[in-house]
């Protein structure tokens, strides 16, 4: 059984929004505008007063206002067994399989490390660029490790946005299309030195014990000041033992990064599993350039950290590598037999850290996740901030905005009767939305793909025409 939409859009590929190149408004008309990401210090979850400031950041919250639901009490299979032959379309999952996020706040995620654009639009060189973008497309499928709820489906005209002059940008995302569903976004430097755009929608597979989310489209960067664009697509993630069993994510599948400029590309290779789970989570490749000559070697793990060197050292010691295990290698035992029908996929034991080549660069290291981040379905710090609202938000926010839907402020806060609405019915009422508000169709000018480009002015924050679709 397949299909496309929402049963776990937790997991996505993108597809490519285009702007024009140049700002659509400029930096003046939002800075001081709003405090979209912020907290009250011990008052997480309470509107009241603004939190202190230090160096005129705004703090952020470091907790949800209450922990997460147990979901022992429900079986997934008692509701699939009964969907035998439907699209996973037509599958409405327990609220309590979701967590207190809108999928576009979900795609949000993807601007956790921010710091790789602006260190790549720092950078002289196209090959220190292209490490950095490299280091940027894997971070961004960071914050799935461990994240297997399901965020809320948006509804057609739903809006987020955010604004973080701290990390140096602004991002809107809108709910496009209900049938199939696609999110499209776009983001811009508050120092104009990048645009970042995509429009998302997964092709999801149901296998009977996992779901596999097969990316559809094209993620674009622009790096303004070297005019440049880079273009790549997500690797495929897949949620193991969606029947009985624990949970775990595994991302695999080959993703080319292009320079259309310079003609580099960087290819890198998500490992699957494997056999005892020894290629969990390991990603390897290499950049070349427009010539097809490897110029640098990049390894590592998408959960952990990304490292590079160049690729003699890095033949040199893998040919060492080779040699030790041929004097280490025992045979395997063959008798692995087991059924496929009611037997869990193991749970790969997590192998020893990324073992660094001496003479390595370190690209990127994940960050730590807060102390309670369990109990707080596996949030990032960043994420953890993502649906704060401050007093006197809603006067600046559009109606749109899904920090103002009450299914998903209610499961924040701990309320699972407040978070029942049927998302079946939330998207009829999000039908009556006018279709892209804020984006509209196209081809994305590199890929020459179909595309929802950015119409701009959204942070002129005229929003009188909006409808209240919550």
């Given at each position: 059984?397949?299909?496309?939409e929402?049963?776990?859009?937790a997991?996505?590929?993108?597809?490519?929004?285009?702007?024009?190149?140049?700002?659509?408004?400029?930096?003046?008309?939002?800075?001081?505008?709003?405090?979209?990401?912020?907290?009250?210090?011990?008052?997480?979850?309470?509107?009241?007063?603004?939190?202190?400031?230090?160096n005129?950041?705004?703090?952020?919250?470091?907790?949800?206002?209450?922990?997460?639901?147990?979901?022992?009490?429900?079986?997934?299979?008692?509701i699939?067994?009964?969907?035998v032959?439907?699209?996973?379309?037509?599958?409405?999952?327990?609220?309590?399989?979701?967590?207190?996020?809108?999928?576009?706040?979900?795609?949000?995620?993807?601007?956790?490390?921010?710091?790789?654009?602006?260190?790549?639009?720092?950078?002289?060189?196209?090959?220190?660029?292209?490490?950095?973008?490299?280091?940027?497309?894997?971070?961004a499928?960071?914050?799935?490790?461990?994240?297997?709820?399901?965020?809320?489906?948006?509804?057609?005209?739903?809006?987020?946005?955010?604004?973080?002059?701290d990390?140096?940008?602004?991002?809107?995302?809108?709910?496009?299309?209900?049938?199939?569903p696609?999110?499209?976004?776009?983001?811009?430097?508050?120092?104009?030195?990048?645009?970042?755009?995509?429009?998302?929608?997964p092709?999801?597979?149901?296998?009977?014990?996992?779901v596999?989310?097969?990316?559809?489209?094209?993620?674009?960067?622009?790096?303004?000041?070297?005019?440049?664009?880079?273009t790549?697509?997500?690797?495929?993630?897949?949620?193991?033992?969606?029947?009985?069993?624990?949970?775990?994510?595994?991302?695999?599948?080959?993703?080319?990064?292009?320079?259309?400029?310079?003609?580099?590309?960087?290819?890198?290779?998500?490992?699957?599993c494997?056999?005892?789970?020894?290629?969990?989570?390991?990603v390897?490749?290499?950049?070349q350039?427009?010539?097809?000559?490897?110029?640098?070697?990049?390894?590592?793990?998408?959960?952990?950290?990304?490292?590079?060197?160049?690729?003699?050292?890095?033949?040199?010691?893998?040919?060492?590598?080779?040699?030790?295990?041929?004097l280490?290698?025992?045979?395997?035992?063959?008798?692995?037999?087991?059924?496929?029908?009611?037997?869990?996929?193991d749970?790969?034991?997590?192998?020893?850290?990324?073992?660094?080549i001496?003479?390595?660069?370190?690209?990127?290291?994940?960050?730590?996740?807060?102390?309670n981040?369990?109990?707080?379905?596996?949030?990032?710090?960043?994420?953890?901030?993502?649906?704060?609202?401050?007093?006197?938000?809603?006067?600046?926010?559009?109606?749109?905005?899904?920090?103002?839907?009450?299914?998903?402020?209610?499961?924040e806060?701990?309320?699972?009767?407040?978070?029942?609405?049927?998302?079946?019915?939330?998207?009829?009422?999000?039908?009556?939305?006018?279709?892209?508000?804020?984006?509209?169709?196209?081809?994305?000018?590199?890929?020459?793909?179909?595309?929802?480009?950015?119409?701009?002015?959204?942070?002129?924050r005229n929003?009188?025409?909006?409808?209240?679709?919550?």
């Amino acid at each position: 059984m397949n299909g496309e939409e929402e049963f776990f859009d937790a997991v996505s590929g993108f597809d490519s929004d285009n702007s024009s190149g140049e700002f659509s408004e400029a930096h003046q008309k939002v800075t001081g505008m709003i405090d979209l990401d912020t907290s009250k210090n011990n008052r997480i979850g309470k509107v009241g007063e603004r939190p202190s400031q230090e160096n005129g950041i705004q703090k952020h919250r470091t907790s949800l206002p209450a922990p997460m639901f147990s979901r022992s009490d429900f079986s997934v299979w008692t509701i699939l067994k009964k969907c035998v032959g439907l699209e996973l379309s037509k599958i409405t999952m327990p609220i309590a399989f979701n967590e207190p996020l809108s999928f576009l706040q979900r795609i949000t995620e993807y601007m956790e490390h921010v710091y790789l654009i602006h260190r790549a639009s720092c950078q002289p060189q196209p090959l220190e660029r292209m490490q950095s973008v490299a280091a940027f497309a894997v971070s961004a499928v960071a914050s799935q490790w461990e994240r297997t709820g399901k965020p809320f489906n948006p509804l057609l005209g739903e809006t987020y946005e955010l604004v973080r002059e701290d990390l140096g940008f602004r991002f809107i995302s809108e709910q496009v299309s209900h049938h199939p569903p696609i999110s499209a976004f776009h983001s811009e430097g508050l120092n104009h030195d990048f645009l970042f755009h995509g429009s998302i929608y997964p092709k999801l597979k149901f296998w009977g014990k996992s779901v596999e989310a097969e990316p559809r489209g094209t993620i674009t960067l622009e790096l303004l000041k070297h005019n440049e664009a880079y273009t790549w697509t997500n690797p495929t993630c897949c949620v193991h033992n969606v029947i009985i069993g624990k949970l775990w994510i595994e991302q695999y599948g080959t993703v080319e990064i292009l320079n259309h400029r310079t003609g580099h590309k960087c290819v890198l290779h998500f490992k699957p599993c494997g056999l005892f789970g020894k290629e969990l989570h390991k990603v390897e490749g290499h950049i070349q350039d427009k010539n097809k000559k490897k110029l640098f070697v990049i390894y590592g793990k998408w959960t952990e950290c990304l490292w590079g060197i160049d690729p003699v050292s890095y033949e040199s010691f893998k040919k060492q590598e080779r040699r030790g295990d041929h004097l280490r290698k025992a045979k395997l035992d063959d008798s692995s037999g087991k059924a496929d029908s009611d037997v869990a996929d193991d749970v790969p034991v997590t192998q020893e850290t990324v073992q660094v080549i001496p003479g390595s660069k370190l690209l990127w290291r994940i960050n730590t996740r807060p102390p309670n981040s369990a109990q707080m379905y596996n949030f990032t710090s960043f994420t953890v901030s993502l649906n704060e609202l401050e007093t006197g938000m809603e006067k600046t926010l559009p109606p749109t905005d899904c920090r103002l839907r009450p299914d998903i402020r209610g499961m924040e806060n701990g309320n699972m009767g407040a978070s029942l609405q049927s998302e079946e019915g939330a998207g009829a009422r999000g039908a009556l939305a006018r279709v892209g508000e804020w984006f509209y169709p196209g081809n994305n000018p590199y890929t020459g793909t179909p595309d929802w480009l950015y119409a701009g002015d959204y942070f002129e924050r005229n929003f009188s025409d909006c409808p209240d679709i919550y």
